[in-house]
């Protein structure tokens, strides 16, 4: 099982980037996949997740009606993140987990880092 983030970047204020997590040696239908994130000093905290088997989402309320958690494929997921703000400026990190509840990952990428400032 292999995760890989990719998409994060420099970006103003009130701009949208789109993250990719490509997973590898797994298909995503059966497994919760998820966003989190980390900013210097702060714990990691999740931002969003989606369930596999019912495509149900959740997102965390610092993050809702801007960012969009999507299954593209059955390897990849996204997060489509608008209207970005300075405090969105985190690592980012990609989680998966054999489950159609568990929030906590098992597997996690290595970290994209999204940098909100003018």
């Known amino acids: 099982v292999q995760i890989v983030e990719s998409g994060g970047g420099l970006v103003q204020p009130g701009g949208s980037l789109r993250l990719s997590c490509a997973a590898s040696g797994f298909t995503t239908g059966k497994y919760v996949m998820s966003w989190h994130r980390q900013a210097p000093g702060k714990e990691r905290e999740l931002v969003a997740v989606?369930?596999?088997?019912?495509?149900?989402t959740q997102y965390a309320d610092s993050v809702k009606d801007r960012f969009y958690i999507s299954r593209d494929n059955d390897t990849i997921t996204s997060l489509q993140m608008n209207d970005l703000k300075p405090e969105d400026t985190a690592v980012y990190f990609c989680g998966a987990r054999h489950s159609s509840y568990n929030y906590v990952p098992a597997h996690w990428g290595q970290g994209t880092q999204v940098t909100v400032s003018s």
């Open positions: 989606i369930i596999g088997v019912s495509g149900k």
